[in-house]
C-alpha cells in the first residue's frame, strides 16, 4: 500500500487531498492558502512529513480540445518543482472539468474538493492501467516561457 497526494495548483490557493493505493478514494485535506512561494512550499514540506506519500499527482488544466495554455504550463512547472524540491515522482492528471462537475457556488472555496477528484481519477486511471508516467511532469523545452518570473 502506498500513499498518494494530490493538488489542483491555482496562483492564490492550492487544493489537496491524500488516499492510498488500498482503499482507492480520496479524501480532501485543508487547502493550501499561504501568500508567498516559500510558505506554500513550506506547508507542502509539512503536508509530505506528515503523511510520507510515495506518488504526488497534480492537475493538468487544459482547454476543452485539449490544448494547453497558460495555466497547463504553470502546473506542469508546479510538477516539475515538487519532483525536484522532494524527489518524488509528480504525475500529472488531465482535469478538464472536475470543478464543474462540483457544481459550485459562487465565492465557495472548491480546491481540495478538486484535488479529490484529480486523486480519484489518478486512481480509475491506474486500475484500468492508463496512468501516465511521471517524466510528463517534465517540460518540454518548447513549452518553457522565456518570461516567466520565477
Known sequence: MSTVIAFD?????IGVAVGNTLLRQAQPLPLIDEPTNDGKFKAIGALLDAWQPDTLVVG???HPDGAEHEMTLRCRRFANQLHGRYGLPAVLIDERYTSAVLDARRGEH???????LILQQYFDASDAGNVPDSSDAQPSHHSRSSHDPS
Open 110 to 116: 472548491i480546491d481540495s474538493d478538486a484535488a479529490a
Open 60 to 62: 493538468l488544466p487544459l
Open 9 to 13: 495548483f491555482g496562483l492564490k490557493r
